[in-house]
């Protein structure tokens, strides 16, 4: 009878050791498919860190206000009331070669702008805000700077003064 017992705590251990090995493999495998994974989807850790650089990397703001306001004249398109808009603006960009190239090119950004001012419609204006003029000013400003070979562009139009009446 010891000999029974002794076959049947070899087969104990065995069955034992074959648990473990199964568990060994099987976190094996899914290391293999998480590391995949990560490979697949994010990348590897140096990525990462590259990826924090790069937020620190990042310039600080550069404001520059536009020093006479743009006065605009509504009576044609306001049932021949009279109707003002004058506005106020600064940009902002993260790159002082920007900020230069605006002040440069002074002259032609009021012109168009000018020119998008007079394009509006009081009464739309005064219905839709000002988020669509801020985007189109954005884009007017980023536009000229592009035809001038400027590399970077602005990041924001801010009106710090928008009165109508």
Do not use: W
Not at 61 to 67: D, F, G, N, R
Not at 138 to 165: D, P, R
Request: avoid cysteine.
């Amino acid at each position: 009878m010891a000999e029974a017992q002794d076959d049947i705590d070899v087969t104990e251990e065995s069955s034992v050791k074959s648990k473990k090995m199964m568990i060994i493999i099987v976190v094996v495998i899914l290391a293999l498919i998480g590391g995949g994974t990560m490979m697949f989807l994010g990348g590897s850790n140096d990525d990462a860190t590259t990826d924090e650089n790069a937020v620190q990397v990042k310039q600080a703001a550069i404001y520059s206000e536009v020093k006479d306001p743009f006065i605009v004249n509504f009576s044609q398109q306001s049932n021949n009331a009279a109707r003002y808009l004058q506005v106020k603006l600064k940009v902002m960009a993260r790159d002082q070669a920007v900020i230069d190239a605006v002040e440069l090119h002074m002259p032609v950004i009021q012109h168009e702008f000018l020119l998008l001012l007079y394009g509006q419609n009081y009464d739309d204006l005064t219905k839709n805000g000002t988020k669509t003029l801020q985007a189109a000013t954005l884009a007017l400003i980023n536009n000229i700077l592009k035809a001038e070979n400027v590399e970077n562009e602005l990041k924001a139009v801010y009106f710090t003064s928008f009165l109508m009446q």
